[in-house]
């Protein structure tokens, strides 16, 4: 009985032992590797090409991770794209934040879970139309850093966060059980204007310290010699990123002349519109071009990620801009960028276009078309006015800063949003001119709490009509965003950059009021005030949703008559508003913003330009249809075609 009790222990032991041992040879085998002899990327040995598509986690509500997920693989892809923007992680020096919404890990590993594979873009650098290209805002309050070199004041900065993001992405490496095939390093150098390839080999060594050997690195650049050369470097594989074109031989011959061997490998493949600009049209591609792109990509045998595969939202003040001459131009709140997963989770005639491009590329028979996401229109909310900027000060700004010669945004600790500079003239001045120049972006100029001009771009100067001895001047400067891209993003910072004067003689001592709107309580910011109603100023309303509905829906809202401001619902920061300029009328509101029956949605508006409640027109109103294109005259097509042909 005992030898055969020992016998039996025996087996289990071996049985075990191979067990471990078979884990390990199949731990062995995952891995991914360019095979160059063949041209193609190597999947645990075997020749695979991957079809991506952009998705950004950081511009979708959490609770719609999965739904966007599961539309993309519905779509064909076997892979998917993201960003992984800095300024979103470290909003201040050594503060990180992993939670809600920016739980990237959580992100990947549902990825994962999905059978979808992932390309990370790190950066530090990403672009993306996002503030500051995903470089943290902070960096401009240290003087004359230049960004995106290997300036050593930069590079500091660069090695702290990668030291802290690069470890907690080893475990979710394919090789190690996860999701990431390969990771990016920076993002379209070459046209950046400064070719500093100690920079990035830099950074390769950083990625390659905490990595490994193994892990796929990459660059991308525009399908241009000189600009994939500025980004080449050893041992970090080249690819290109162009749009629509006839001719695929041509549009990869960059990448051919500094990778003669290797995967053809279009990073960004562009089958949406361009970014879209306040005061622009809003730019769209017709759903068949894209369609017969793609195919003409895929038909050439190339590795390709669509940009962008599934829209999303610039929420709170992460948009960023590009100057004209001194104007710079922000990019609107929505980043929907007419793709075929449109910003509200929406199925388009282009998704189904490409996904029928897609299945003639693969064996697999694809999975079901998912439906739209719903959508719920909660209808009009009248808002009351509350309290002024100046009325709110101490709220919004309890410590002040006092300082001899106004300071950029930054050097107050203020990155994002807005701040309030004040002088208390000690002598009265009558028909001045008051100059303030290099504001960044925009900026409401008072005299005594009125409205004297609003200034911004290459505008610098202001006609003051009468500024008594101890009445104030106050300089409300909005940041717009900084620049996602080119040389002059070494210029960003916001505020007031230079001395203000007035008839030429230099204004000193100012009190800076560093505003947060983002952590104003409702219970003790609206209060009955004699002097309410002055612009720029909160206005704030409630709803609940309808009982009927077991759980809040998506929605848009129409802000309109208000003309430019900042949106919050339940004090979250859903973005900027700016219908008067067009093109974008509405802003896209996910269901996990509200609060499910019978709860009260609290929607607050801080309104720059124009009090609509002075002509008893003060309410917003809730509509299951986004307005992105009030500014656009007229267009061949439209998005909401039949869907016959794709069914």
């Not at 062995?28 to 360019?34: A, G, H, L, Q, S």
């Not at 873009?121 to 805002?137: E, I, K, M, N, Q």
């Not at 600009?277 to 793609?294: H, K, P, Q």
Request: charged share 20%.
């Amino acid at each position: 009985m005992m030898e055969s009790f020992d016998l039996m222990m025996k087996i289990r032991c071996i049985l075990f032992l191979l067990l471990v041992v078979c884990l390990v040879e199949v731990n062995c085998r995952r891995n991914f590797t360019i095979d160059y002899e063949n041209n193609t990327f190597l999947k645990d040995g075997k020749p695979f090409r991957y079809i991506s598509g952009s998705i950004h986690y950081n511009r979708l509500s959490q609770s719609h991770w999965k739904t966007r997920l599961l539309m993309m693989k519905s779509a064909g892809l076997n892979t998917i794209t993201t960003y992984l923007p800095w300024n979103y992680h470290e909003p201040r020096p050594g503060v990180y934040d992993f939670t809600g919404n920016l739980d990237v890990f959580r992100f990947l590993d549902l990825a994962n879970s999905l059978d979808l594979l992932v390309i990370l873009r790190v950066g530090p650098y990403t672009c993306a139309g996002w503030d500051f290209g995903g470089l943290a805002g902070w960096l401009m309050s240290t003087d004359n850093i230049t960004v995106r070199t290997n300036d050593p004041v930069y590079m500091t900065a660069v090695y702290s966060w990668l030291d802290y993001i690069l470890p907690k992405i080893h475990p979710v490496l394919y090789e190690n059980g996860g999701a990431v095939i390969s990771l990016q390093i920076e993002n379209e150098y070459g046209s950046f204007g400064i070719c500093d390839h100690l920079y990035l080999k830099n950074l390769r060594d950083r990625f390659r310290l905490h990595l490994g050997p193994t892990v796929v690195l990459f660059t991308t650049d525009g399908s241009a010699d000189v600009l994939v050369e500025c980004s080449k470097i050893e041992g970090v594989y080249a690819t290109v990123d162009f749009g629509l074109t006839d001719f695929p031989e041509k549009a990869f011959a960059p990448q051919r002349k500094v990778e003669p061997k290797g995967p053809l490998v279009c990073s960004e493949f562009y089958v949406e519109g361009d970014i879209d600009y306040w005061g622009r049209n809003f730019s769209m591609l017709n759903y068949r071009e894209a369609a017969e792109g793609l195919d003409i990509i895929l038909a050439y045998g190339a590795n390709i990620n669509l940009y962008m595969m599934a829209g999303g939202t610039n929420f709170a003040y992460y948009n960023g801009g590009q100057y004209t001459g001194s104007y710079l131009n922000p990019v609107i709140t929505s980043y929907d960028h007419d793709s075929p997963i449109t910003e509200g989770g929406k199925i388009t005639p282009k998704y189904l276009a490409i996904r029928k491009v897609i299945q003639k590329y693969t064996s697999k028979t694809l999975p079901p078309v998912p439906p739209s996401v719903p959508v719920y229109a909660y209808g009009q909310v009248k808002l009351t006015q509350g309290p002024n900027i100046f009325e709110s000060l101490k709220i919004l700004s309890p410590n002040p800063v006092k300082s001899q010669y106004p300071v950029n945004m930054e050097k107050v600790g203020q990155y994002y949003g807005f701040i309030l500079y004040r002088h208390t003239s000690t002598s009265s001045i009558y028909n001045g001119t008051l100059q303030v120049p290099y504001i960044r972006d925009r900026a409401h100029i008072f005299i005594n709490k009125e409205l004297i001009c609003i200034i911004h771009g290459g505008e610098t100067k202001c006609h003051v009509t009468v500024f008594k001895e101890g009445q104030d001047m106050d300089i409300l400067v909005e940041n717009q965003g900084r620049l996602y891209g080119g040389m002059q993003m070494i210029f960003s910072q916001k505020g007031l950059i230079r001395n203000v004067t007035l008839d030429g003689k230099i204004v000193r001592d100012w009190t800076i009021f560093p505003l947060n709107l983002d952590l104003f309580n409702p219970g003790t910011l609206f209060y009955k005030t004699k002097d309410s109603g002055h612009i720029p100023g909160f206005y704030f309303g409630n709803f609940q949703i309808p009982s009927k509905l077991e759980e809040p829906q998506d929605t848009y809202i129409d802000v309109q008559p208000f003309r430019k401001g900042q949106l919050f619902i339940n004090g979250i920061n859903i973005g900027r508003y700016w219908p008067w300029k067009g093109p974008q009328v509405t802003l896209y509101v996910p269901k996990s913003v509200l609060k499910p029956y019978p709860g009260n949605n609290i929607v607050v508006l801080f309104e720059l330009d124009h009090s609509p409640c002075d002509y008893n027109d003060c309410a917003v109103k809730f509509v299951d249809q986004p307005k992105l294109n009030k500014t656009v005259l007229s267009t061949p097509w439209t998005r909401d075609v039949v869907f016959a042909d794709y069914a």
